[in-house]
Nanobody, 115 residues
Framework: QVPFVESGGGLVQPGESLKLSCAASRLIFSLFTMAWYRQAPGKQREVVATVTSGGSTNYPDSVKGRFTISRDNAKNTVYLQMNSLKPEDTAVYSC?????????WGQGTQVTVSS
């Protein structure tokens, strides 16, 4: 069983917005800090946002002020609101736990920012 199911990606122009969703199992969601990761072609996977079970969030400088992570504990779902998207945000976005992701990943969702 796939532990994470991501959705919401697509093709957008620079400056536009997207909201990603990730559904996880109740057990995983209740125990762990959740995170969104992304991997661009030829690059290593990187964390773009984390949210603890209590709702505390953290972002790298590259997305701070543009991305917002949130979680709905009743729905076992974590979201990533991405505003002011840039071409360098193009990547496959996946969710997993943090700081040490589980070995099994979902299929991810492709985000492409291009004019």
């Amino acid at each position: 069983q796939v532990p994470f199911v991501e959705s919401g990606g697509g093709l957008v122009q620079p400056g536009e917005s997207l909201k990603l969703s990730c559904a996880a199992s109740r057990l995983i969601f209740s125990l762990f800090t959740m995170a969104w990761y992304r991997q661009a072609p030829g690059k290593q996977r990187e964390v773009v946002a984390t949210v603890t079970s209590g709702g505390s969030t953290n972002y790298p400088d590259s997305v701070k002020g543009r991305f917002t992570i949130s979680r709905d504990n009743a729905k076992n779902t974590v979201y990533l609101q991405m505003n002011s998207l840039k071409p360098e945000d193009t990547a496959v976005y996946s969710c997993n736990v943090a700081p040490n992701p589980l070995k099994d990943w979902g299929q991810g969702t492709q985000v492409t920012v291009s004019s």
